[in-house]
């Protein structure tokens, strides 16, 4: 079995130029989002943004912000972010909250920290605390539960794809601690009615997290810009958290999102103290011990060097960028977008028989794009970033020629990645496709690290 396969540190180090030249080789076969061919996992905004970056990240590469004595800067950093952030999504003075590792993590910590003030506040009398949340909720939601014990209640949707209020209300019941919205969701790009769900979280005295990751550091932008956005952040009564993604549309290096809270009646609930560890008394603010200082300077250096004029314009590149590519796939008569997504990300999909959509993706990424799929329903999706703007009109053309090939061919449908991907999406038993996914993520992880394609 060849060295790679089974690979081992090497008995002498080697050197650096020769590490580095093959750490350069191996993102060869990486997606390619320089030139603007994915449409998620990088918000790329151009070498010298992230030559920037990458300056920001090394000056504190190597400090740590587990303990705010010893690394005073980063404190402050963390503490300017939340500031800013929670000024940008209209919050007071007691706005409060910490910086997290990513979305992920700024999803996970509510879901803990609601349970336990529930808990404290002895508001349910069962030991099964639920959350209520749209079909369409961010999967790290669904992680959150299955972390911490507490039940997933989905809430079905509306036909514009937007929660069903009244379906929430239905289902609020005394093991509730937490009703959660997305502005906008991921799978469809759209606001959750936020002013009705705040309501109602009022009206029942529950708390009520917005999950606005994806939203958080563009929404204001396209508000000031004169689009449709109804309030979905502080201004809106009843609302206790929100969650916000530097990392995402506030261009900042991966490893950064904020988490905030009305008040820090709430976020104490996140706070983590151990005080009799032999180790000394230890305190954390969130999930992570050691918190890489880089992500956390980098996201302040983002906000600093960007600011509000520099988003703006972003904002508008972003939103002229997603209006134009929406319009070429609207040209193409077998396609539409999915129900009128408030900002840049959006699902699209076919209404022909035989324009399997997935096929459709499949020729696409012979072309090298990179195009996420969605099930239910099945269709492509699009995360839109500035640099978008400059391939509108090849994206438009590749997809109308896909289109027509997988029209001329409807063989496709049934091949690589479209059989694979339309399976899936049809099977009734949703335990059975769990089971096969968990086996490919063995491969994947095994010792022979087997990957799928
Ligand atoms: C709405 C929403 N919430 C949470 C997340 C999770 O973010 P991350 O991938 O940074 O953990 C995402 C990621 O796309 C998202 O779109």
Known sequence: MADSEHPKIPEKGLGHDEVLEMLRRFKEGDANYRDSKTWSLVYYLGEEHTRFLIDAFALYFSENALNPMAFKSLKRFEHEVVRMSAALLQGDGNVVGT??????????????????????????????????????????????ARYFGVKMVHAPLRSDLRVDVEAVRKRINKNTVLIVGSAPSYPHGVIDPIGELGALALEHNLPFHVDSCLGGFLLPFV???????????????????????????????????????????????????????????FISPALLGTRPGGAIAAAWAALKALGMDGYLELARRVMETTRALQEGIRSIPELEILSNPEMSVFAYRSTAKKANIYAVGDVMEEQGWLVDRLQRPEALHAMVTPLHERIVDKFVTDLKQSVERVLADPSLAKQGNAALYGMIAKVPLRGLVK???LKMMEQIYGPEMKMPY
Request: hydrophobic residues 40%; neutral net charge.
């Open 99 to 144: 910086m997290t590792s990513g979305g992920t993590e700024s999803c996970l910590l509510p879901v803990m920290a609601y349970r336990d003030r529930a808990a404290a506040k002895k508001v349910f009398r069962s030991r099964k605390p639920e959350m209520i949340a749209p079909e369409s909720i961010h999967v790290a939601w669904e992680k959150a």
């Open 223 to 281: 508000e000031q810009l004169g689009g449709e956005v109804p309030p979905f952040d502080f201004r809106v009564p009843g609302v206790t958290s929100i969650s916000a993604d530097v990392h995402k549309y506030g261009y900042s290096a991966k490893g950064a999102s904020v988490i905030l809270y009305r008040d820090m009646d709430y976020l104490k609930h996140q706070f983590f103290v151990h005080e009799s560890w032999p180790g000394g008394v």
């Open 435 to 437: 089971k096969e996914v």
